[in-house]
């Protein structure tokens, strides 16, 4: 085997971090000269965006991120959560949470993830169940910094092969190969944070966030609160009768010892009259 030299791993670490930094600083460049799109496009260009995901040929795929807002007047409460859950999951999305308020004044906020296909068809659909109050649509693009993170990643991971054959070889100092180690365990934190970064960005773009709240008419909120007080006045009026048939329950109760005297007392009292009546019957007679 012929000599090698010791400092060699640690010139193919440079030269390695090297070709990362400027695969950053030109990872753009490498992309092509497409104009990037504004970060963010007004309400009315979303259909047009929702068209045109796919870049022409020779272009990389746009990213686009869509969030919206609406606030809804509705008559029914109940019957246009139902609605939306429906519409949601027949779009392919889904329900992400729920917050209704059962007060004077109902109202509900529900969060939509739909697929960005479908994003403009389930808002429209959303429109027609009530009055439209407010409503706000974004789309967001990433495109640029969506493949800058991916050449990143790309980079960070060509990085971690070569520091894994040189950590195979063995032929370098101790000293060395811990300086390979750490620089090893540096790579892998940025190729999971960059992982991370990247899913959460692809779920964002796969499925659109869609937040409706939903707020009932006066009608309705007039009759849920006359409801309301009938239902509290009922229960109060049932704690009164529970509480009176308590009271008398130990009355009773109290009055059990009693009870002969109370019964010797009445006879005597019945007896004396009746002899009373008697008495002044015969003499009247």
Request: hydrophobic share 45%.
């Amino acid at each position: 085997m012929g000599t090698r030299n010791p400092s060699l791993p640690l010139v193919l670490v440079a030269l390695g971090l090297a070709s990362c930094g400027l695969a950053r600083d030109h990872a753009p460049a490498r992309r092509g000269a497409a104009t990037p799109a504004p970060a963010s496009e007004p309400v009315g260009a979303l259909g047009e965006q929702a068209k045109q995901e796919h870049a022409p040929a020779g272009l990389p795929e746009r990213k686009i991120i869509r969030n919206g807002e609406i606030m809804l007047l509705v008559d029914s409460l109940e019957q246009a959560r139902d609605a939306i859950e429906e519409g949601a999951r027949g779009a392919g999305g889904y329900l992400s949470s729920a917050q209704t308020d059962h007060g004077d004044a109902a109202s509900a906020t529900l969060t939509l993830r739909v697929p960005a296909a479908r994003f403009d068809d389930v808002a429209r659909a959303l429109a027609r169940l009530g009055k439209v109050l407010h409503e706000s649509l974004q789309a967001e693009e990433i495109t640029e910094q969506y493949y800058d993170l991916a050449a990143r990643l790309a980079n960070a991971r060509r990085l971690e092969s070569r520091l894994l054959e040189l950590v195979a070889q063995h032929t370098a100092k101790v000293s060395d190969l811990l300086e390979v180690e750490r620089e090893l365990g540096r790579v892998r934190e940025d190729i999971e944070r960059l992982e991370g970064k990247k899913r959460l960005w692809d779920s964002q773009v796969a499925l659109g966030t869609l937040t409706v709240h939903l707020t009932m008419r006066t009608r309705e909120v007039a009759s849920a609160a006359l409801g309301t007080e009938m239902r509290e006045t009922l229960s109060a009026s049932w704690h009164a009768l529970s509480a009176a048939g308590r009271g008398l329950l130990l009355a009773a109760v109290a009055l059990l010892p009693w009870s002969p005297f109370l019964i010797g007392g009445g006879w005597l009292f019945v007896h004396r009259v009746r002899r009373r009546r008697m008495a002044a019957s015969v003499r009247s007679g």
